[in-house]
């Protein structure tokens, strides 16, 4: 069996950027690569034991035990391939499973279980097949059946490309030919999808990985499909949950459960690409847009509303109570992947890169091994929420829902794969870190400690006559390249500066991004944060917690916008300033303001660390009283 990565056997499609080959970057050490290293030795198998008792549903099935006790929710099965599709992205890298023997044992084991579980005719879903439902189908809103699916097929395809492995992508094929019969406009189907999106990016995956058009026509109707009311008729409500509301292509703004929705625009934006829809993808960019200019959290979280965990109105952005749940993160880097492809706009790079850092990654604690579900700006004093998705109960080991653990993993698995992508005019760098990078006939090793420090080294070990190009953030004014002879470009923010030369071996660019801490002001029309500051440096967001101050974090204010850094042990600097402490009256309200207290200093952390030392108050805005 091949070890090598598998190229399209469809056609390719005409995208501004394509990505690289699954090794032809790797991450070595630094940020980056220390995040991807601790995902594999940690948080891989802690999510093996976590899931042992779901793997028991397919083997039941598998064996026709009848009146078993079903473990997890219905659209557990989904989770199983996430943290599948993680365990094939890291087999890939570690080609010949030296680093973790457990790997070519999981991707055998557990493939074996789903291909004895299916039907002959391709179905597959444990909770149905179980004995959970008396049909198959018959709450397409609520049973995630499509959406498990959806799920195999990316690990499947997955695990083709990054082992070579046929056993899953052939489970994948079967389950492919199943939903392409059953459902569409044809006598023999019937209308319907799947009321969680994400067998659309399934199937135009499974159409590139085999070529063959049918995958790509269901997607095309799943995405197509949404819109009518076909799953919630004569309920808007619940419609606009399910993206079922207004069709795709003449959506906006996105509306709903944040996940789906997003899921949703990720898919559409495959499908656009893959059938050379421009107008279709215009209208995906406009949706994007309006999402990032309206509806996002200042960290990139998305999703203001715990009711139906979904977007809410423009502006609506509480910060106490907001959802803005991992997954919806996971998904939008997903979504911004596919526009960057598309268009090669740094906008989209840009985005992925403030996510991962600041909605992303705080998701899982620094160890590793626990997890917030809901990632919210503030933790007030005394929170006391009996629900343990609620941020002020501390990342937690696992969820009876297990979606943002692994899709986590898969996604720090899969990290290298959003780092650089290649064109006929050359190679772009899109996300900074320590590693080698191979595109054609160049070869590239970059150093960096970024986000630590703003130096990055790109070194030239085997030349080529083609063109760099290295994206400038759009917080980066004042960034410079230099070149190997010394000529020094400026950078210009939310752009890539391009470097085109006949490169030799030794040959370096080095790149310097300003990282001096900065303010942040929000949209006047956001209630609760007018008036108020967030501090950021460089791609990272801050937060100030209890830990680190005497008077209570509720109360705490800036009153000067000079900035200063404390070099950490390990990791980014905090970052200090001058504050102090509201002096609340005896009542809740009162005829005159509350004053403030002495000067004092603030002190704030990257906001993906909070929460690893002791839980308490937290938050991002501060009040700037100058």
Request: aromatic share 12%; hydrophobic share 40%.
């Given at each position: 069996m091949t070890t090598t990565d598998q190229g399209p056997a469809a056609p390719v499609a005409a995208t501004a950027l394509r990505p690289l080959g699954l090794r032809d970057v790797q991450l070595a050490g630094s940020f980056l690569g220390d995040l991807q290293a601790t995902n594999a030795t940690v948080s891989i198998p802690k999510?093996?034991?976590?899931?042992?008792?779901?793997?028991?549903?397919?083997?039941?099935?598998a064996e026709g035990v009848k009146g078993a006790d079903y473990h997890g929710p219905n659209y557990e099965d989904g989770e199983a391939y996430k943290w599948l599709e993680a365990v094939a992205w890291e087999a890939g890298r570690d080609a010949d499973q030296s680093t973790?023997?457990?790997?070519?044992?999981?991707?055998?084991s557990r493939t074996a279980l789903i291909a004895a579980a299916q039907d002959d005719d391709g179905y597959l879903g444990t909770f149905v097949q179980s004995g959970q439902r008396d049909?198959?189908?018959?709450?397409?809103?609520?049973?995630?059946?499509?959406f498990n699916m959806g799920a195999m097929?990316?690990?499947a395809v997955a695990q083709y490309r990054a082992t070579g492995r046929t056993e899953l992508l052939d489970v994948a094929r079967r389950a492919g030919d199943h939903l392409h019969r059953t459902f569409g406009i044809g006598p023999e189907q019937r209308e319907g999808f799947c009321g969680h999106p994400v067998a659309e990016l399934a199937l135009v995956e499974l159409y590139r990985a085999t070529g063959e058009q049918r995958y790509l026509d269901q997607a095309k109707y799943f995405v197509d499909?949404?819109?009518?009311?076909?799953?919630?008729?004569?309920?808007?409500?619940?419609?606009?949950?399910?993206?079922?509301r207004i069709p795709v292509r003449e959506t906006t703004t996105p509306e709903g459960h944040a996940v789906r929705a997003i899921y949703l625009a990720a898919g559409a934006t495959d499908v656009a690409i893959e059938t050379g829809d421009t107008d279709l993808l215009a209208k995906l960019e406009t949706q994007w847009q309006n999402m990032v200019g309206t509806k996002m959290y200042v960290n990139g979280g998305l999703g203001s509303r715990w009711d139906g965990e979904s977007f809410g109105n423009p502006y609506e952005l509480p910060n106490?109570?907001?959802?803005?749940?991992?997954?919806?993160?996971?998904?939008?880097?997903?979504?911004?992947?596919?526009l960057l492809l598309a268009t090669g706009k740094?906008?989209?790079?840009?985005?992925?890169?403030?996510?991962l850092y600041n909605a992303v990654l705080p998701g899982v604690s620094l160890d590793r091994s626990k997890y917030f579900y809901v990632n919210a700006l503030q933790v007030r004093a005394d929170s006391d929420d009996a629900d343990k998705r609620a941020p002020g109960n501390g990342r937690q080991p696992w969820f009876g829902t297990s979606c943002c653990p692994t899709n986590l993993m898969r996604t720090f698995a899969a990290l290298q794969h959003y780092v650089a992508t290649s064109n006929e005019d050359g190679v772009q760098l899109h996300q900074y870190a320590a590693g080698s990078i191979r595109a054609g006939e160049l070869r590239l090793t970059v150093s960096t400690d970024y986000p630590v420090s703003g130096r990055i080294v790109i070194t030239v070990d085997e030349g080529a006559d083609t063109a760099i190009s290295l994206r400038i953030p759009s917080w980066a004014a004042g960034a410079e390249v230099v070149v190997a002879d010394g000529e020094a470009i400026p950078g210009m923010p939310g752009a890539y500066t391009t470097v085109r030369r006949a490169w030799q071996q030794g040959d370096r660019l080095v790149l310097t991004l300003p990282m001096s801490p900065r303010l942040l002001h929000g949209h006047p029309r956001v209630e609760g944060i007018r008036g108020s500051v967030a501090i950021s440096r460089g791609p990272l967001l801050y937060a100030v917690e209890q830990a680190d101050h005497t008077a209570p974090v509720d109360d705490l204010a800036l009153t000067a916008t000079t900035l200063s850094e404390i070099p950490a042990a390990d990791g980014p600097p905090q970052v200090t300033g001058t504050g102090a402490a509201w002096q609340p009256s005896t009542g809740l309200y009162a005829d005159e303001p509350a004053a403030?207290?002495?000067?004092?200093r603030i002190t704030a952390v990257p906001y993906y660390q909070w929460g690893n030392r002791e839980l308490g108050p937290m938050k991002v805005w501060l009040p700037l009283a100058t």
């Open positions: 999510g093996a034991e976590h899931l042992d008792e779901q793997w028991a549903n397919f083997r039941n099935v973790d023997p457990r790997l070519a044992e999981w991707l055998q049909e198959r189908y018959g709450q397409l809103d609520f049973d995630h059946e499509i097929i990316q690990s499909a949404h819109g009518r009311s076909i799953l919630a008729p004569d309920h808007p409500g619940r419609a606009a949950y399910l993206s079922d106490d109570i907001a959802y803005g749940e991992t997954c919806a993160a996971v998904a939008s880097v997903q979504w911004s992947w596919r740094a906008r989209y790079a840009d985005l992925i890169e403030w996510q403030l207290g002495d000067a004092l």
